[in-house]
């Protein structure tokens, strides 16, 4: 079993500035892509930003030049940065991680999900 907890939302004023951290636990034999990904109120779930295993980086077009995301892959974690936050930002924000896990010389793939962490920017 592999577990994801999330951290680091809360309340900020527009203009601040957050930190979101995803870490993923158990039986991992090695971490594929890993991304941030956000659902505003009515909404669906919208790609915020992913990184992947060599360090290659993509983010939607709302959140470039603010946004960053990074990896330490010896803690099994990613990281959003979040600057110069706006109203718009607002949602509830979930990490997506690709586990490889292995059984026996089988290898086997699959995408988990964090619990999802609120993110508030008052206008």
């Known amino acids: 079993q592999v577990q994801l907890v999330e951290s680091g939302g809360g309340l900020v004023q527009a203009g601040g500035s957050l930190r979101l951290s995803c870490a993923a636990s158990?039986?991992?034999?090695?971490?594929?892509?890993m991304g941030w990904y956000r659902q505003a109120p009515g909404n669906q779930r919208d790609l915020v930003a992913r990184?992947?295993?060599?360090?290659?980086?993509n983010y939607a077009d709302s959140v470039k030049g603010r946004f960053t995301i990074s990896r330490d892959n010896a803690r099994n974690t990613v990281y959003l940065q979040m600057n110069s936050l706006k109203a718009e930002d607002t949602g509830v924000y979930y990490c997506?991680?690709?586990?490889?896990?292995?059984?026996?010389?089988?290898?086997?793939?699959?995408?988990?999900w964090g619990q999802g962490t609120q993110v508030t920017v008052s206008s």
């Open positions: 158990g039986s991992i034999f090695s971490i594929n892509d």
């Open positions: 990184i992947s295993s060599e360090g290659s980086t």
């Open positions: 997506k991680i690709g586990v490889y896990t292995k059984r026996g010389s089988t290898l086997t793939l699959n995408n988990y």
